[in-house]
């Protein structure tokens, strides 16, 4: 059964960084796109960045370019989100989710093929106060 987990969200202050994990099990991290998403109350799911394994490419949302930076360490089955800079817009439930062998570019995973993304985690939640 392949599970997602998130982790690292939490209260910080304008200006303010943490780091988001998302750890995966039961999944072959050999070949794969994973993304964080983010869901504002009120507003539309958002691709914030999409790694894909097999060459790294990788896609930002114009919100966070610049001061998200998404990484993947294959050995322990983890991609992390470093967000730098945070804003009160950034509050938001962030979820971790991922495809297997991926066929698309991360700019479509993160944006209209979200629904192609297979595993989805329950999500973490940062809040950022101003």
């Known amino acids: 059964e392949v599970q997602l987990v998130e982790s690292g969200g939490g209260l910080v202050q304008a200006g303010g960084s943490l780091r988001l994990s998302c750890a995966a099990s039961?999944?072959?991290?050999?070949?794969?796109?994973i993304g964080w998403f983010r869901q504002a109350p009120g507003k539309e799911r958002e691709g914030a960045s999409c790694i894909r394994s097999r060459d790294s490419n990788t896609y930002y949302a114009d919100s966070v370019k610049g001061r998200f930076t998404i990484s993947s360490d294959n050995a322990k089955n983890t991609v992390y989100l470093q967000m730098n800079s945070l804003k009160p817009e950034d509050t938001a439930v962030y979820y971790c989710a991922a495809v297997a062998r991926p066929v698309y570019r991360t700019s479509y995973y993160c944006g209209r093929g979200y629904s192609l993304m297979k595993y989805w985690g329950k999500g973490t939640l940062v809040t950022v106060s101003s």
């Open positions: 039961g999944f072959t991290f050999d070949d794969y796109a």
